[in-house]
């Protein structure tokens, strides 16, 4: 017969879940260049019962992002992102599948997304921090939610619209920097559908800019490793640039800036370039080029699409609408296993790859 402490362990033994996590192993330095090695594979346990208002999730994508750098920094350097702790699971933009529920809201089969997933196989969450999706609207295509019409796509079309001042038949002209990106790839398309008359990438390998005209429908696209980028761009935009969707700022936007036309528009969406350096964010200009935007009356404002959420639900709509109908390209880069959650680091900009993680199988 077994004894009341060896039933009580074994009532004990049951009431956790084994699963795998990812956790924060070290930071690579405010100027360092992240690598696999700082996140690290683990087993850790979770209850196997859920509380009033809670959801037991599978998880089945993850987001692994540019803006990720700046959280494996013990200070963000921003005021709105929460760095990423030492032997701490890392979180990001999530997709799962409800196992069990005991929120109203949900029921076991729902498919669901939160900002605040955990890197983990299973997770135990709150329901109110939790969104339920339709997976028709993006063809199935689950992963979607999380790029082209989740965070990705809100930044490029509400930048765009909130601080691109795009208008139909203003004959305007659009550089993107970091055009080939997950963001800037749907910016120049979304600059099209918006009225703008000529949309012209900026991207670093001559494959990449193939893409973005053949693809993408970009007017054009510039390698910035070879040639003159500045005689490139008074090339392809002879009447200037009226509007600059920002995502690397340095050198590259400097010579945009310098080109761009009298009360034009920057959209400050990101500033790849500067991620792995200890500089406030966004990175001041240069004195010379501060002087061109106060003449030229050219906006740069920060822009943080978690400001626009009350714009959330209609936005996504209009960008699943446009992917069903062809008009959005998506491509995405998706890697296989929790483990390989390292792919997601981009080896040649020493930033974080635009991915997503397929943890488990539907």
């Known amino acids: 017969m077994l004894s009341f402490v060896e039933i009580l362990c074994g009532i004990a033994a049951k009431a956790e879940m084994i699963i795998q996590r990812v956790v924060l192993n070290s930071r690579p330095g405010k100027n360092g260049v992240p690598v696999a090695e700082n996140f690290r594979l683990e087993e850790s346990t979770i209850a196997d019962a859920i509380q009033a208002g809670q959801v037991r999730v599978r998880t089945l994508y993850l987001s692994v992002d540019p803006y990720m750098r700046c959280r494996m920094n013990e200070d963000t350097g921003s005021d709105y992102l929460l760095p990423w702790q030492l032997s701490e699971v890392a979180d990001g933009g999530g997709i799962g599948v409800v196992e069990e529920s005991k929120h109203d809201s949900f029921a076991k089969g729902d498919f669901v997304i939160s900002f605040n997933w955990p890197w983990q196989t299973v997770a135990i969450l709150d329901g109110s921090l939790l969104q339920k999706l339709i997976p028709q609207l993006v063809n199935g295509r689950l992963s979607y939610f999380l790029g082209a019409a989740g965070i990705t796509g809100l930044t490029a079309l509400l930048g765009i619209k909130e601080k ?128 061109i935007r106060k003449e030229r009356n050219i906006t740069r404002e920060r822009f943080l699409v978690l400001n626009y959420m009350d714009k959330q639900e209609a936005s996504v709509l209009q960008l699943c609408q446009w992917i069903q109908e062809g008009k959005l390209k998506v491509r995405e880069t998706v890697v296989e296993g929790l483990a390989n959650i390292g792919a997601g680091i981009n080896s040649s900009t020493g930033t974080l790859a635009d991915d997503s993680i397929l943890v488990s199988e539907i």
């Open 164 to 291: 691109g001042h795009v208008a139909v038949g203003a004959n305007q002209t659009m550089v993107v920097s970091g055009a080939a990106g997950a963001c800037g790839s749907l910016a120049g398309q979304i600059g099209r559908l918006e009225g703008c008359s000529r949309v012209v990438g900026i991207a670093g390998t001559d494959e990449k800019c193939s893409i973005l005209v053949q693809e993408m429908g970009f007017d054009a696209a510039i390698n910035y490793k070879k040639g003159n980028v500045a005689e490139q761009l008074r090339e392809f935009c002879p009447g200037g640039v009226d509007v600059y969707f920002d995502n690397v700022g340095g050198d590259i936007s400097d010579t945009v800036i310098s080109q761009m036309n009298q009360n034009s528009h920057i959209i400050l969406c990101g500033q790849i370039s500067q991620y792995n350096k200890d500089v406030p964010y966004p990175p001041p200009l240069s004195p010379d080029i501060e002087k």
